[in-house]
């Protein structure tokens, strides 16, 4: 099947960029190198093209209602304006998915962002369980016709205000606004992927061109120093860290249990949660360092005197710490922080250090 491509394809191979197949999309994996991209975003400022993520809108007058049913998160406690980070689960109380819920500034109902390749899927299941429940909504699966660009870095705020036609300074994390960007209706979201301050920016896919060059002058990045800075930030990766296929995960496991309410009545997937809150998780997401100077890649084993007590689910050497990070399941005794193990890198035991997966803070650069 051939590849789908962001509409700003061509202006990506005519800056020497260099793609890779994510989610059944051709995008950027690098402009210039992934270490120079990674360190504009932890210094200064860098532009990701994220297109390929899915957007999906709902409205009606149940919009809340499917929302609240079909995320784990509250939707209720959201005003127009505001966005929530949430997880999409199966009966089992399995990631299928996670995304940011958008409540439009105008109270008009939601954009939800699943990962690429997702959107079609996600529109059929709200559509299903609209049906089921008897629910009056409108699901649209808008991901061809919206573009989507990430703008990150300690120096995002000066940059995006000197481009958008209203003030966007203002907005506190997970919000959004509407504005303009080179003439173009955009939303405007303080929300990201890095770890840094920045923004999300939605705009007509048809505009897309318009406004990549409204940043012209900062660094593009690709999807590869997307993912050393997401992972030195602790953030999870669908896919990878989790998958209801390759790795079924419930976000007890996954440490997401921050996005789950389960003081609401129902949604999909809460009975199952509801019984490993009470009775616990057997294994559990945990950050490692690895003491030795060796990465540690999806897949390797995990060991404790060596025995296998878990595997890597996501690895590399962290850019701005110097060190060579991972993430990793682990059964629950072995969980705590400080916790020394062993990794199993190419038929060899490393020594590492189960540590706070909020790497930025709970590591010192070398």
Known sequence: MPLNKPPLHEVHRGAGADFTDFGGWEMPVKFDSIRSEHAAVRESVGIFDVSHMSEVVVTGPDATAIMDRLTTN????LDSGDAQYSCILDEEGV?????????????????????????EQMAER???YASEFGLSV??????D????????????????????SDPVGELSQFSWRQTEIAAVECHVARTGYTGEDGYEIFFPASDSEAVWEAFEDIQPCGLGARDTLRLEAGLLLSGQDFDPEDEPRTPLEAGLG?????????????ETLQDLEEAGVEERMVGIRIDERAIARHGYSILAD????????????????????ALGYVETPFAE?????EVEVRGEPVEATVVDQRFLDSLESN
């Open 74 to 77: 509250d939707v209720q406690t």
């Open 95 to 119: 990631i299928l998915d996670d995304t940011v819920v958008y409540r439009y500034p105008d109270g008009d109902g939601y954009l939800f962002v699943p990962n690429a390749g997702h959107g």
């Open 126 to 128: 709200w559509s299903q």
């Open 138 to 143: 409108t699901v649209e699966n808008q991901t």
């Open 145 to 164: 016709s919206t573009g989507l660009v990430a703008v990150q870095g300690p120096d995002s705020v000066e940059t995006v205000e000197a481009v958008t």
């Open 258 to 270: 921050f996005v789950v309410d389960l003081s609401k009545d129902e949604f999909v997937g809460r």
């Open 306 to 325: 060596g025995t296998e007590i878990g595997h890597v689910t996501s690895g590399t050497m962290g850019p701005t710490l110097n060190v060579p990070i």
């Open 337 to 341: 922080t400080g916790t020394e193990i």
